[in-house]
DNA sequence: TTGAAAGCGCTAACAA
DNA sequence: TTGTTAGCGCTTTCAA
């Protein structure tokens, strides 16, 4: 329960230098650094945070938001964002919507407690409203796969992720694609799954495909409701896809285990792509399109650190970025090869 | 920026009764009660924690400590833990391993930190030095699945876990049974994968079936990694198992894939049995033992919370206290049924 | 490079 | 029930 006052007395200076000494900031001569240290370890001394957050302002803690810790993009995201944030010595406060429970509560009142230096949004959007209280609270944000007006936002080309996803499946022959999306549901992921939807559509009307509405299905980005979506969608022989794109790896596992389940092989019968790069698609052989989330966790923290360092001053590099994604091809696609007794229309 | 200062005066109080009115500690009249809070809402008061903290020396924050956000039985634990905070008003601080890689850190310098009422430590163990390290900084701990010596845990009966899933298979028919258990890496698991293994030798033992050491396999929890192993098992006809007991979902999804690989039916040809309850498993029809992450998460916050507001001295209920799990019987698991020209030892 | 001194914005005795 | 008065343990001007 050493106090800095402790270690001060101990190295026989003054506190002002054992804090200056401890912090780095300001100069100090090389005799009382090492006094100060030296002190400092006999003691044990551990800095008050709170001390020394009230006294400067700053906390060093990251709030980061999200819809869910139980998804694997989210979990890989954080996960990413926890290594950047822990070799910078940052606290990580974790805020996990679930959905929409917490929603409010966060927004409206934890993330204005002002212990935060800086807020990690991932995935949010926010009304005007929400944009200027939190604005309004002083607090950078950087968000990832926004959009968030007037925040600095980190995201893939969802147009272009469903445009190629869709392409590489007419590209291997396929004419008949569906699309199993996520919902469009207000203030969470709605441009997300509606622009990987959009270059969906895109791709099919510039190859002179025919959208069918039966062909369009939407759930929650879970795989068991893929499951069930992608078996209503496969259980008529006559009417259905050749291949289906999903907006994220988990709704493609669902979508790959439905196929099973009635018989169909893949790729043979079913080319099957997914949108992430979630590990356990090795083993199941599954084409995906790779947007690297623990990347995108790390890139989001530097950038937030740099607002945050400079006092939110001068933004570090273009304020919107543009990840990068890999579109990684292993068996779940090939040219369809509907074997006899199966009619496409 | 109104500072409760701010509010006190333009309520006509003093400081102390604007204080008392807004936390609700100590006796304030109605009048001043109304005056206080119709003041506050009018400046858009907000009250500064770190203040708030320095002051009181209670932070309203819990620090989570585990060794993978991105293990479905940590992130469902993580989100009933969050739930639970949420509700209480308190932030979550988490700290994630990623394995071993930030475990001294955060343990002998993130932790020691004192802006935390508390800290829940998620399938962790801890050496005497470590221990004490955290004792002696009077931060109450509560464990999940420890064992952690002198600090309260939750945790399953992971021997009667084992035990109890072996038996299932043993019940069934089954006399050539596998385990796919958890690493025996220090500091972390040990005593579940052990328990888990224990439990499993056991029942074979208690049901006079042999052992084979080619039957008692090890991953790292990973689907990806138990599928290698399974693959690997189940490979040499003559030799496999008829059934196998995982001790975890996720490595019980990569054994029925090998498995399905391999062209193995199941349950006709392999009997699959996990541990944990993850919800794909029901598309997997997983025959499981269901832990109920969430409700530990959820339950270890609120024996964590009634240390920290009992001001660490009376302990509610008993120290350590078993966990419910429930056998959760789905098409996994049948009687084996080895097609003609498949043969036993 | 150093020290003295004044807070940071709140809470908690204590006295009234 | 209320107000006065000290702090909580640091950081940071400012002057030396």
Redesign the interface.
Known sequence: MAGIRDVARLAGVSQATASRALSGKGSVSARAREAVTAAASELGF??????S??ASGR?H?IG?VLPF??R?YF??L??GA??AL?DAGY??????F?GD??RE??LGD?L????LDGVLAVSLQLNAHETEQILA?GIPVVGVGGPLPDIPTLRIDDVEVGRRATNHLISLGHSRVAHLGGEHEYGRNFEISSGRRAGYEEAMAAAGLPLREAWSLISDY???DA?KETKQLLADAEERPTAIFCASDEMA??AM??A?DLGLRIPEELSVIGVDGH??G???GLTTIDQFPRNQGTRAVERLLALVQDDGQAAAGPADELMETRLLVRHSTSAPRIPAGHSGS
Chains 1, 2 share one sequence.
């Open positions: 551990v800095m008050s945070y709170h001390a957050s009230l906390s803690n980061v810790v139980n694997w979990a890989t954080l996960e926890n290594s822990m606290d990580l406060t974790l805020y996990d679930q429970r917490y509560s966060v934890f204005l407690r002002k212990r609270a879970s795989a068991n499951y596992f669902g285990l439905a099973r590990e356990m090795e083993i199941l």
